[in-house]
């Protein structure tokens, strides 16, 4: 029967938006990525996106609903190793599963819009924009220390390394849900200086295959998005229509911090500064680089400038450009820069090596040493740092291993607090102490004096952001549209020459591109002359930075979208995903939009209005996953069940728990109303006469038609499955009383059918097809109600609640069917459900005043 009715949509094109319309309703899931086969967060999922985008076409929206597939990725170059199959194979039966299984369950899709990442009339757009960013100077070059995955063996972006704690607490991390869990290591990550962080044991493992992640310095390609640091930590105060849990871990990720930028004097005795090595600054400083070899200064990034007196040292990270030239002059120091270098964070520890450089303390003159270490970031503030071991944890920790000094500038205001530097520095705020003329200050007042009267010490902002790292060592990805010449330097393929095809796909150990002579081989397009393509792919998710926008005009053949229509349908009216892309995805869609808009291809900067982070589906308690084996195949339990049970399980942003019985719960409500309609069909129209449940129940009727509307509006799908839930029910008891199958009665289940289409639309095809034998419902418009009830629906939300008050003092259970019902339609029903209650506490009537008197007692 679905299959049928599956037939009848796809012969009518139901789905197909007319390509004229300009502004449509852009419902959207989130692409599943081709892994093998459709697994239950899928279904929830499109589910959501699928009733939403049904009950907007039944509202009378031009509704765009596409789907297609983000189908570049290591587990195909995995699976074809494992397999000695090539991952372009792999990936086109793993498409052709997964269509079928969305098919099978009857998601409602524009399927003519279909989009799939990994073939050339896709990706060629990759490499077109990949120019484009180039052009506007929004992609560097980079030497640069980054996380290797020596399983995967690729380098991994920033965000796709996860900590864990090293004795790995799983069911704490599971009970904060995965999104909270990762802010919590994130904001750890960025305050080692608690105590509790400190010592905690923290293992840094690849997202994919949970691999210790390890460092190589390699050559690499990024996509400038901390160019957008500020606007878009900024711009997330606009998204009110996101879950404030993603706004905050984008916030938290992004880390903007205010401080200020203190500029120290270097010096160092041999042969002075070396020549700055003709490198550009590194772009993944926030353009906040600190040295600057010409005029010997380094600046350090600080957020608590009143402790400057304590500062007792300085330090650099092995990746800061002074750190280079001070490795090139000494070869102690080049080696431990090296080694720090291919190295994992926390075998870095607080491992440093002092130089024979010096700072001046630009307030005392004093001549502070100058110390390459590993804890100290490269790619936050500037790079450097003013060792102040007294006040902050991890200079206390350094200076402790390297017997520095260690020397108080704050103490508490409270006398009684004790302080042992020795053992711990004291971080708080306080007053200052052997701080020349701001002895005595308050800690905040001395920050902002120092600001006004150094000239060295200036405010500064800074953010944890780093670039994207989108280089890939691997096969199965878009090529990058580079060719490395030893005359020319890179030189990016012309426009007319892409795609950059991949070649055919070799078995090896390494990068199969590099090994691939005929792939790798070529001329400069600028010389002529034998150069070197790029083997290096791009990060699957430059492929899904913007897939959203060719689904507006997916076979345009001359630009990657149509621009006018991308600023008329942007941003996408829904987006529904799981909160594991709350930093990956989410952020780097927000950057391409921005990217995109500066280089003058679009006018909207934010990509999505309203975004549903859809919650966990748990088994036993934990998130149902395949490595866990506690898997329900969707097509398990039939697909409309299946469909139904996610949506009436929970709200979207809630996990809920998938337990037999539960499901049961919406496999009944689909037999009820089956059943319902046959037997109506069956029987036939019979009429007898109750007046008092005609009105009744057509009120009802029409309140549940607006509450339904009121519920799909909110994507509250549980609470509308209820209403529809009890309309059956009361549809049932009507018919129980008085059998009338009158026309009121046949309104009911139509109303039922059409309510229920957004998330069972095979059954409300079904129903609607029994009791109209014509049309579909899926272009059926929304049901109207025949009178207004929005002062019935408060009225009767009263009664109800009233009901519920007078529980108390008599049995309401008590209260039968035509005397609840009287109640509700009744204009005097306050002082009835009084009587009623005097009446069943008594067992004795009472009247009048009295009657009044005792509802008032009971509060009613
Ligand atoms: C001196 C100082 C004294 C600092 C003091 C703090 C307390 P939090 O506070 O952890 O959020 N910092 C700056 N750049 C760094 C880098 N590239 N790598 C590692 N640490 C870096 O972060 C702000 C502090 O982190 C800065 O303020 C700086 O140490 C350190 F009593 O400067 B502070
Ligand atoms: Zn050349």
């Known amino acids: 029967m679905q299959e049928f009715w599956q037939y009848v949509w796809e012969r009518d094109e139901v789905y197909e938006l007319d390509p004229d319309v300009d502004d449509p309703t852009y419902v959207l899931g989130m692409f599943p990525y081709t892994s093998g086969t459709l697994h239950m967060g899928h279904v929830r999922n499109y589910a959501i996106t699928d009733a939403h985008a049904r009950y907007r076409r039944m509202c009378g929206d031009d509704v765009l609903h596409p789907m297609g597939w983000d189908a570049f990725g290591l587990p195909a170059e995995n699976a074809a190793y494992e397999r000695a199959s090539d991952p372009e194979s ?39 924009l990949f120019k484009r960013l180039y052009e506007a100077g929004l992609v560097e070059y980079e030497a640069a220390s980054v996380n290797w995955c020596p399983d995967c063996e690729t380098v991994l972006a920033e965000a796709q390394v996860e900590e864990r704690e090293a004795e790995r607490s799983e069911a704490a991390t599971r009970a904060n849900g995965e999104a909270e869990g990762r802010e919590v290591e994130r904001s750890e990550t960025s305050d080692g200086a608690s105590g509790e962080a400190a010592s905690r044991e923290v293992e840094r493992v690849c ?52 401080g200020v930028r203190i500029a120290f004097e270097v010096s160092e005795p041999h042969d002075g500064l070396a020549e700055p090595s003709g490198d550009e600054a590194d772009p993944r400083g926030n353009g906040t680089q600190g040295s600057d070899a010409a005029d010997g200064t380094v600046d350090v990034f600080s957020t608590r400038p009143e402790t400057i007196y304590g500062a007792t040292y300085l330090a650099v990270s092995p990746g800061q450009d002074l750190a280079r030239e001070l490795a090139d002059a000494d070869e102690a120091v080049r080696e431990y820069v090296e080694t720090v270098r291919e190295r994992p964070p926390e075998a870095v520890g ?58 108080s500038v704050i103490t508490p205001k409270d006398a009684t607090v004790d302080v042992d530097l020795e053992d711990e520095p004291y971080t708080g705020e306080g007053i200052l102490e052997a701080s020349g003329e701001y002895d005595g200050l308050e800690s905040e007042t001395a920050r902002e004096r120092l600001l006004a009267d150094v000239a060295a010490i200036e405010e500064d902002v800074t953010y944890r952001l780093r670039d994207w790292l989108i280089s890939r060592q691997r096969y199965w990805g878009t090529p990058i ?38 792939f790798r081989h070529t001329e400069c397009p600028d010389c002529g002359g034998p150069a070197e393509r790029e083997t290096d792919t791009m990060d699957t998710f430059v492929d899904s930075s913007w897939y959203f926008l060719r689904f507006l005009s997916p076979d345009l053949e001359d630009a990657p979208f149509d621009a006018e229509l991308a600023n008329d349908a942007l941003p996408i009216d829904v987006y529904v995903g799981g909160d594991e892309h709350a930093v990956l995805h989410l952020l780097y869609i927000r950057f391409m939009m921005r990217a995109l808009a500066d280089i003058g291809l679009l006018e909207v900067r934010e990509p999505v209005e309203r975004l549903i982070s859809q919650g966990t589906v748990l088994y036993d308690g934990e998130k149902m996953s395949t490595s866990k084996g506690n898997v329900v195949a969707p097509l398990e339990y039939g697909a409309e069940t299946t469909r139904l ?42 009429r007898v006469e ?30 509308a499955a209820t209403e529809i839930q009890e309309l059956a029910r009361l549809l049932r008891r009507y018919r129980a009383y008085d059998r009338p199958h009158g026309e ?46 929005a002062d019935y629906a408060t009225e009767r939300r009263f009664v109800e609640t009233t009901l519920e008050d007078v529980r108390d003092i008599v049995d309401v259970a008590a209260i039968d069917e035509p005397a609840r019902i009287e109640l509700v339609v009744a204009p005097e029903w306050k002082y009835r459900v009084a009587e009623l209650a005097a009446d069943r506490a008594d067992d004795e009537p009472i009247e009048g005043d009295a009657i009044v008197e005792r509802a008032q007692t009971a509060g009613i």
């Open 744 to 789: 009121i009665y046949r309104r009911g289940l139509l109303t039922l059918a059409a309510l229920i289409a957004p998330m069972a639309p095979h059954l409300a095809e079904e129903l609607w097809n029994k009791l109209r034998g014509d049309g579909l419902v899926v272009e059926a418009d929304w049901p109207e109600p025949e009178a207004d009830v």
């Open 350 to 407: 607080f491992s440093g090596i002092a130089t024979d450089a010096t700072a001046v303390h630009p307030l005392t003159g004093e001549e502070l040493p100058v110390y390459v270490a590993g804890y100290v970031l490269e790619d936050v503030g500037t790079g450097a740092v003013m060792g102040v071991p007294a006040h902050n944890e991890r200079d206390h920790a350094f200076a402790s291993e390297h017997g520095l000094p260690i020397e």
């Open 645 to 686: 049970f996610v949506l009436s399980a929970a709200h979207p942003e809630q996990d809920f728990e998938w337990t037999a019985n539960n499901v049961r719960g919406a496999y009944d409500l689909q037999q009820t109303l089956y059943g319902m309609a046959t037997e109506f069909v069956d029987e036939g129209q019979t």
């Open 90 to 128: 792999w990936t086109q039966a793993c498409i052709r599963r997964m269509r079928e299984e969305l098919e099978t369950m009857g998601f409602g899709y524009d399927w003519s819009r279909e989009i799939t990442t990994c073939e050339p009339d896709y990706y060629q757009w990759n490499q077109w």
């Open 481 to 518: 549209p580079v060719v490395h010449c030893d005359d020319c330097g890179h030189v990016p393929v012309p426009d007319e020459e892409l795609p950059v095809e991949l070649p055919e796909f070799v078995h090896t150990t390494g990068n199969p591109l590099a090994e691939h002579e005929s």
């Open 207 to 258: 997202w994919r295959c949970e691999t210790p992640v390890g460092r190589r310095e390699l050559d690499q390609w990024f996509f400038a998005i901390t160019d957008y640091a500020e606007e878009l930590h900024d711009a997330l105060e606009g998204l009110e229509e996101w879950p404030e849990g993603v706004r905050e871990i984008q916030r938290n990720w992004i880390g903007r911090q205010e």
């Open 690 to 719: 109750s007046e008092i449940h005609d009105e009744f129940v057509a009120r009802e009727i029409d309140r549940t038609i607006a509450a339904v509307a009121d519920e799909y509006e909110r994507f509250r799908f549980h609470r």
